[in-house]
T-cell receptor, first 109, second 116 residues
């Protein structure tokens, strides 16, 4: 059974600091990995998708890496802003999406 | 493109009742997945529908059932509701190929179900 873990569970940083969010998974037989953002009480917004054959994916201030062999992915958010405050979820696709519990980020102005 | 839509947005039921939640996928998508998200947790996979058939199922009891219509929209039915069924129910759509889809899964805003 796929287990996905996200560390830390919560993070509070001042505006402008870079964010590093970690995700680990137990079974490396995945098709891809997605990072999502979730605002309180809302649905999920896809941020980045990394195919299993890729090592990295970038979109604006966001960069995600994937090391499938070690079962790890990291989401970097550069120069954080208060609008980045949300819960960030990673999910691995091994015929279905298996999610971690998320990292709740607070960016202080 | 309206994206993935779900109805209703909120719902309150009592224990033992039955509920039906609805989902319309993003235009061009034919695969629909349902997830349950309890407070403070990540979403848990319930099942996936493709070509009007349940193709994959997560670890949920038979009280959870679904249906997909020819226009690709989908329903999630939950019978004999328990207090523990209170959660945000999310629907996600993806383009043809669901299982090994290489593209992004798009999520709707969810239906928040409260069971009293």
């Amino acid at each position: 059974k796929q287990e996905v873990t996200q560390i830390p569970a919560a993070l509070s940083v001042p505006e402008g600091e870079n964010l590093v969010l970690n995700c680990s998974f137990t079974d490396s037989a995945i098709y891809n990995l997605q990072w999502f953002r979730q605002d309180p009480g809302k649905g999920l917004t896809s941020l980045l998708l990394i195919q299993s054959s890729q090592r990295e994916q970038t979109s604006g201030r966001l960069n995600a890496s994937l090391d499938k062999s070690s079962g790890r992915s990291t989401l970097y958010i550069a120069a954080s802003q208060p609008g980045d405050s949300a819960t960030y979820l990673c999910a691995v696709n091994d015929y279905k999406l298996s999610f971690g519990a998320g990292t709740t980020v607070t960016v202080r102005a | 493109d309206a994206g993935v839509t779900q109805s209703p947005t909120h719902l309150i039921k009592t224990r033992g009742q039955q509920v039906t939640l609805r989902c319309s996928p993003k235009s061009g998508h034919d695969t629909v997945s349902w997830y349950q998200q309890a407070l403070g947790q990540g979403p848990q996979f319930i099942f996936q529908y493709y070509e009007e058939e349940e193709r994959q199922r997560g670890n949920f009891p038979d009280r959870f059932s679904g249906h997909q219509f020819p226009n690709y929209s989908s329903e999630l039915n939950v019978n004999a509701l328990l207090l523990g069924d209170s959660a945000l129910y999310l629907c996600a759509s993806s383009p043809s190929g669901g299982v090994s889809v290489v593209g992004t899964q798009y999520f709707g805003p969810g239906t928040r179900l409260l069971v009293l």
